[in-house]
């Protein structure tokens, strides 16, 4: 399908946040994002900030995302992003980022501690920011649209963090209770203890699926915790659990087998 990309600007009276939605959803996206008490909600094709002052300089452009006529629809869309036959591919298109990558393990409070890495953009004198990338459910730092999203960030010029959620990717042994995906301020803590590992360079989130949905919460708490998001990004983000186990019941049973077994 041929849907432009879309944005929602979010003013919590005395910061606004602006949110990137791929794919529309922008309605769902508003109901999910005025749940936050004191929050003002807009959407569409120009900013009211740019008269009010909420936000400085006016949102991004993006184009229309057009597939190929092979890859459209939501199926080949999903299965494209994680197929292994990519995988070579991926990673030599990633080899900059990954041969840059450092492993941090991330202070995220309570005694939680999660894991990432880190590559910088070492080909730019000046990072135009550090980008935070959060992968999706069973997905972890390496997952391949993770790879291909941090490389093109980082050939921009980008720093980019790869942020694994509690249980994902090499971080098993850091926590000793389960992941689920309440676990909100812990994420908020890793976002919060980046900040202070690079406090000069502007803020950038971004997450996949499930990850999507904890960039959206991630943002509506930024103000709060003092973390200066500039922009931040939600591809596909899972909004409603009870509505997304329930389309994994009765779906395409490879997705039942690919995030539940």
Known sequence: QRRPASWIEVDFSKRSTKISCAHGGLGTITKFLQRRPGAKVWSGSKSPAASDGLMSGAPAQLEPFRPSRLWRGGHPQTVMGSIPLRRPLVERRAHRLLSSTS??????????????YYSPATHVETSR?????????????DSLYLLSTGAHLQARGYDVFRLNLRDHGPSHHLNPELFHSNRIHEVVGAV??????????????AGFSLGGN?????????????IRLS??????PM?????????????WVTYRRYLLF
């Open 129 to 141: 920011g550090v980008a935070v990338l959060i992968h999706g459910w069973e997905g972890s730092s």
């Open 192 to 205: 919060g203890h980046i900040q202070d590992l690079f406090p000069d360079r502007p803020l950038f989130l």
């Open 231 to 236: 922009k931040g990004g939600a591809v596909c």
């Open 103 to 116: 492993d941090v393990i991330l202070d995220c409070g309570r005694g939680v501690r999660l894991h990432g």
């Open 239 to 251: 909004l409603e659990p009870a509505n997304t186990l329930a389309a994994l019941e009765s779906g």
């Open 214 to 226: 904890f960039a959206l919460r991630v943002a509506l708490r930024a103000p709060a915790r003092a």
